[in-house]
């Protein structure tokens, strides 16, 4: 009886072993993405200012906390947040965002002298950009969304130039991440571009 025993136990671990291995196996790979910042060819560069190019300092920039983390944020209604465990951010959504933020507005300026707010500088910048977004991502099936109250401060970092809040929303193209990502990444570039509109109109 014991030897019995013994051996159905066995059997059991060997099938319940196998039925692990096959789930195991069958694991949907994560995928992972990028924002990416604009290209040269999209005729976005303006003509410099009769005062030559500004020096812009950048940050803070600071995101919602339900954005910090590797998954993919997407609403699935007014209220419920859906985690997609297997489509991921490539680096921290924070640092992604602040760094396409800086090239493209080096790009939009026509300037080097974009810089990021931990920057080792001791000169003074032409104008600070401080960016709080609230919100930055998809409603499935729908748009994507961005949400920013930002300040321009002058160059002695005690007048507010300009205090705006921008919402931009872009068409999903296609169902998956791809597609979902593609519309943040618009809705990102359309802010760029305001900001920079911004800049250009006060550095004359």
């Known amino acids: 009886m014991k030897y019995r025993m013994t051996y159905f136990g066995s059997v059991i671990l060997v099938v319940y072993l196998i039925i692990l291995t096959g789930c195991a196996g069958s694991s949907k790979p994560s995928e992972f993405y990028l924002l990416r910042s604009m290209s040269a060819s999209q005729d976005t560069v303006p003509t410099a200012s009769k005062n030559g190019s500004p020096s812009v300092l950048i940050g803070p920039v600071t995101l919602p906390a339900y954005l910090d983390r590797s998954q993919i944020v997407t609403f699935a209604g007014n209220h419920?947040?859906?985690?997609?465990?297997?489509?991921?951010w490539a680096e921290p959504l924070q640092d992604n965002f602040y760094r396409v933020l800086v090239e493209n507005l080096s790009l939009l300026l026509n300037t080097p002298k974009v810089y990021a707010f931990d920057r080792r500088s001791s000169t003074p910048a032409d104008f600070q950009i401080v960016i709080?977004?609230?919100?930055f991502d998809t409603t499935a099936g729908e748009d994507a969304?961005?949400?920013?109250?930002?300040t321009v401060i002058g160059k002695d970092g005690s007048a507010h130039l300009i205090e705006?809040?921008?919402v931009y929303h872009a068409a999903v193209p296609s169902t998956g991440a791809t597609?979902?990502?593609d519309a943040q990444n618009r809705t990102l570039?359309?802010?760029?571009?305001?900001?920079?509109t911004a800049i250009q109109s006060l550095h004359r």
């Open 145 to 150: 969304y961005l949400t920013a109250f930002w």
């Open 179 to 181: 597609g979902a990502i």
């Open 189 to 196: 570039t359309e802010f760029s571009r305001e900001i920079a």
């Open 132 to 135: 709080d977004v609230t919100r």
């Open 164 to 166: 705006r809040k921008s």
């Open 80 to 88: 419920k947040l859906v985690l997609d465990e297997f489509t991921r």
